[in-house]
C-alpha cells in the first residue's frame, strides 16, 4: 500500500543449526520509498534514517483518510524487542537496525528505490506474546 507498488518480492529462511534457532524473513519493495511517503506527509526534509525512526514510533503513519493507520512497524519493532530478534530496514538512503537493545542507523551513499525489511525472529524464546487490546485488521491494512 504505501510503496505504491504492483509486486513485492519475500523470502525466509529457517536456521535449525544456529545457536540460537531463527527464522530470517525478508520483505522487498521497489517502490515509493519511507523517506518519500514521510517527507510528503510531513512537508518535511527528514533523511532516509530520520524517516524510518519515524515510521517506527507507534501511531504515526502515512496513511490518510477515514481509516486509521500506524500499528504496523510499531507492532513488530515491540515484539522483536520482547523477542530478542534483530530487524533492519533500507528504504532510500536510510539504514536503521535493531539488534540486543541498540538502534543503529546510518545514510547509505547509494540510496535504493524501494524498501527492504529483514526480521529475525528468535525462536528458542519461549514466552508467549498477546496485545494489550484486540487490533482490528482494518485499522493494520
Known sequence: THGHCK???????????????????TIVDVGKTIKANVNEYLDAELSGSEAIEWAL?????????SDPGGLGLDIILAF??????????????????????????????KPFPGTIVNIEFNLD???????TEEVSLDEIF
Open 7 to 25: 509486486h513485492i518480492h519475500t523470502c525466509g529462511q529457517y536456521y535449525p543449526g544456529k545457536k540460537v534457532k531463527g527464522l530470517d524473513m
Open 57 to 65: 514510533k507507534g501511531g504515526n503513519t502515512t496513511k490518510t483518510g
Open 80 to 109: 522483536i524487542k520482547l523477542n530478542n530478534g534483530k530487524i533492519q530496514i533500507i528504504s532510500s538512503d536510510g539504514y536503521l537496525e535493531y539488534r540486543k537493545g541498540i538502534v543503529g542507523t546510518r545514510l547509505l551513499s
Open 125 to 131: 524464546d519461549k514466552d508467549y506474546y498477546q496485545l
